[in-house]
């Protein structure tokens, strides 16, 4: 399977989630192994920061990746979209130092890399698959990876709210599948949302931008895209925050309650040792959900644009 890049620059602004500001990211094709590079604007250039899971410096409100001096925050969901789509190698120019929140879901940046178009590159695809059984848990909520032919999620969650209660979805991670979660909206319950204001954060929040709840509605006009939004928008910010592997990553994952603080800390918990993971070159057009493969020796392209 080859890598793949987009086929031209495009654009998109909108408002911060965080500052309420408007900031703006362009997106830019790379060469073959390039990976995913976000490269934050600064008064004189932009320094580049690349996903890692220790480079995840905050994963509260959203996920932030810093370093270098500079951050990007609410990378979640365009990098959800990356790794649904199947983009292996782009540039991602961010002004502002975040990513505009669009409509709190991933379809902006769907439609974004729609336009751009995907282009097939030389290189053959490189993924982390997950070798052997690694769970990770905490306070209750748990993820559980196992070996898999593809990127699959089995996810639960169950908020004690009358508009939400326990929803589970699994999906089966493809460029078509993307759709089921892509337009899922980011959601929050109007008591944080006035202690997060109080404390100068989530000032772009609205509900332009997420799904608001108070304590037993849902305060939207328009009411919910899907019966089960809540779990789809979960399973989305997963594939985003999985995304902060240096690589694509390859396995089965049931997710329990989980949230960014928990996917990012069991990401680090997996690549603390190589005993969890190896790295593999995919040869083949295999049909997603097969049985993972035994380790090989490959001899493919392992480079060029
Ligand atoms: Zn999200």
């Excluded at 580049?48 to 001096?69: E, F, I, M, S, Y």
């Excluded at 199947?86 to 940046?109: K, L, Q, R, T, W």
């Excluded at 097939?120 to 306070?139: D, F, G, H, N």
Aim: with cysteine.
């Amino acid at each position: 399977m080859r890598q793949t890049t987009i086929g031209r620059r495009v654009s998109c602004s909108g408002i911060g989630l965080h500052s309420g500001k408007e900031v703006g990211i362009t997106l830019r094709p790379a060469a073959g192994n390039a990976g995913i590079v976000f490269h934050a604007r600064t008064r004189d250039g932009s320094r580049a920061l690349r996903p890692a899971p220790d480079a995840v410096t905050a994963a509260c409100l959203a996920t932030v990746l810093g370093g270098n001096g500079v951050s990007v925050a609410t990378v979640e969901h365009l990098a959800a979209a990356l790794r649904g789509l199947g983009v292996d190698n782009i540039h991602v120019d961010v002004d502002g130092g975040e990513i505009p929140i669009m409509d709190g879901s991933a379809a902006a940046f769907a439609g974004l890399l729609a336009e751009a178009g995907i282009r097939r590159q030389s290189c053959t695809r490189r993924v982390l698959r997950i070798k052997r059984p690694v769970r990770y848990a905490a306070e209750g909520k748990w993820i559980q990876a196992e070996a898999y032919d593809g990127f699959f999620v089995d996810y639960f969650v169950d908020f004690p709210h009358p508009a939400i209660g326990a929803q589970r979805m699994t999906l089966n991670l493809t460029p078509e599948s993307f759709s089921a979660v892509a337009s899922a909206r980011t959601f929050g319950f109007l008591r944080d949302v006035e202690m997060l204001h109080k404390a100068g954060l989530g000032l772009g929040g609205s509900l332009d931008n997420a799904i608001i709840l108070d304590d037993t509605d849902v305060l939207n006009p328009g009411g919910l895209r899907y019966e089960n939004e809540f779990v789809r928008h979960k399973l989305l910010d997963f594939i985003g925050d999985a995304a902060m592997s240096p690589l694509p990553l390859q396995g089965r994952f049931t997710v329990h309650c989980s949230g960014h603080g928990l996917n990012n800390a069991f990401l680090r918990h997996l690549f603390a040792s190589r005993e969890f993971f190896f790295e593999e070159l995919v040869l083949d057009e295999r049909p997603a959900g097969r049985a993972a493969p035994a380790a090989r020796q490959p001899a493919a392209r392992v480079c060029a644009g």
